[in-house]
């Protein structure tokens, strides 16, 4: 069975102080909608990705929730898996389709941070990790810390070789009028911003974001042909929640089972992928998974990136041409179905001043907690 | 491609103080695993029905979170659809089975509630229902007290028919060993308990509860046939959260349009159905469900309860031989698997005391918020 994507989009993602949650949705569903050429009663069954909108906002039952929205009393689902919950939303909604439950779906991520205090934010995000983790005072930037610490004693990268990504994806962004950040930065700068858990700083962690995304599957025969995009792998894979159960900090278990899952499914190699969207929450995290995804060696994921081999116009492969989760930002339930919207955009060639050429093949990389959950998606034009 | 439910266990329900979410999941999937003769390594997808681990425990990312626990870096998920937070999990692993995705899948329903403060409780269950119900100050009892009102006014009938429901749940809670309470009830006892929301009285109301619920289903031929139990239909409907925007007070609109394509995809009529466990989170949504499902003729299921129609020993069809929700006990997240567990044991006639002879086609009936989502599941010996 051929599942097609046939309607895309996104919000604006940044500090959205005066959009709720469901105008959030509303706004991504409609166009998605308006997008696929469908109406709201030609959509079987809703798939919400969300972290936090239980612990911030208090609601629950957000199936029914954003069902309503809609305007469409269909079955409806929330799946949650930390930063993870899109990627998640829309492998359990490819499945469900194939199980022929379903013909036409919508999922959409979504996720309103930002009313909230600081304080609830980052105990909302600390959800997602381990209880020894908690309790040990640890917090997320702190984790990578060491994954990034572990990354540059093993292969003897500087600093500034990390620094890079986030100097890629801020140029990539500014191209991006949907990012929260468009402005692009110097090593000079990342390397001159607050450290904020050593040897990460401030311009290397992603932010705290408001956004909502929505796409449009089906397996029904797609009339408009070039707004047709394939989804031809959909894999999971998960490790343990802490770092100190796993056996390596330089490599994301989860990730390399599941990408490896959806080559193989795609009939494809890592070098077949034109475009990626990469689960950036921080500087470290793109470049292992740079490396756990085969498009650099081992150890060399930083270099290739510092050297421009993943960025828009020099590369052979661009990753994060939207701005990654540092530039475009990060409203957690949103990013997975985000990564999705960019990349139906590149293979459309509609994705305008950050246009990778030639796109065909591409592929989004979507991460929660620590890696203790990772969804792969290929998608071929 | 047939599915059948090879694995199931349940913990105790009630206030299990000393018990963290952990070993109680650990527990009920052990004893699945046993039950189903399967090791952890034959297990593919873990999917865990849960609603306020977040809110009351800080703990999110809950597929990687309790697959940790099951001790095997497999596919995870969390499905949250406030109580019918179980059923929906099921739903989403048979289509991952229909899909081909998996094979064997383990489904697990936790919830741990009452080691929390009763005002943190009430606010967390209240996130299943509407903004404006929680802002009038709307709780649960009182949105299921104004179903009671219309549905008493509209079918003259008295708060002593109503609380037959409570004394048939309580007697057949008396005969399982897992139930939280297990005390016999009379209709005297309900009427004089404490008013929560006129006309509901205390024990006319679930209780908060812990508890865990797993079961393993599988495409993969059965090598123990006895234990064989296929599922024959998943389905789910859905409906505004908010009472206030529905057409009528006196059905479930969900449940009406879930079950019916339940019965064509099983190939059944409601009178096939020899057992079924029913969502009564309050006595008044047993007698619209019993209705809404077929069991008896509209304005006549709170009657045909108190006739003992409905009852072990007496009736042609016997609903709740657990105890139902009132007396087994609530754990919002596990109720739903509870259901699937006691009907798997009624069809495998290893249910005790509470034998419901003959059974071969059983029901169940997970219901999340006052209707917003229902889940109807069929199985058959």
């Given at each position: ?5 046939i ?17 959030l ?68 909604a ?34 997602a ?51 929260q ?125 510092s ?22 930002g ?15 955009e590149q ?6 001043k ?6 065909r093949?591409?592929l ?18």
């Open positions: 069975m051929k599942i097609n994507v309607g895309i989009a996104t919000t604006q993602f940044g500090e959205l102080w005066k959009i709720s949650p469901k105008s949705a509303r706004e991504a569903m409609t166009q998605a909608l308006e997008d696929g050429g469908k109406s709201a009663k030609q959509i079987d069954a809703l798939f919400v990705g969300n972290m936090l909108a239980d612990v911030l906002g208090n609601q629950a039952n957000l199936g029914s929730f954003f069902g309503e929205v809609l305007g469409a009393s269909i079955p409806s689902f929330h799946i949650e898996g930390a930063c993870a919950s899109g990627g998640l939303a829309l492998h359990t490819v499945n469900s389709i194939l199980a022929g439950q379903y013909k036409t779906v919508m999922v959409l991520g979504v996720e309103k941070m930002t009313d909230c205090q600081p304080d609830d934010i980052v105990s909302g995000l600390m959800a990790g381990s209880d020894e983790e908690r309790l040990s005072g640890a917090t997320f930037p702190g984790i990578y810390a060491l994954m990034a610490r572990a990354y540059m004693d093993e292969y003897a990268v500087s600093e500034e070789l990390l620094a890079s990504v986030s100097v890629k994806n801020h140029f990539h962004g500014s191209l991006n009028p949907k990012a950040f468009q402005k692009v930065l110097t090593i000079e700068n990342v390397m001159k911003s607050t450290k904020i858990a050593d040897p990460l700083k401030l311009l290397e962690c992603s932010p705290i974001s408001d956004g909502a995304s929505a796409v449009i599957i089906t397996s029904e025969p797609v009339k408009i042909k070039k707004k047709a995009i394939s989804l031809v792998a959909s894999e999971v894979g998960t490790d343990t929640l802490a770092l100190h159960n796993r056996d390596t900090f330089t490599s994301l278990s989860a990730v390399v089972t599941a990408s490896k899952k959806a080559y193989k499914k795609a009939g494809i190699t890592p070098e077949d992928v034109n475009v990626a969207e990469i689960h950036d929450c921080f500087s470290i995290a793109e470049v292992i998974a740079t490396e756990d995804l085969g498009f650099a060696k081992r150890g060399k994921g930083a270099r290739a990136i050297e421009g081999k993943m960025t828009l116009g020099s590369g052979n492969i661009v990753t994060n041409p939207s701005g990654g989760l540092k530039a475009c990060h409203p957690v339930g949103a990013t997975g179905i985000k990564q999705i919207v960019e990349i139906v293979l459309r060639g509609t994705a305008g950050r246009q990778v050429k030639n796109a093949i591409g989004t990389h979507n991460v929660g907690g620590s890696g203790a959950v990772a969804v792969i998606h290929i998608l071929k034009k």
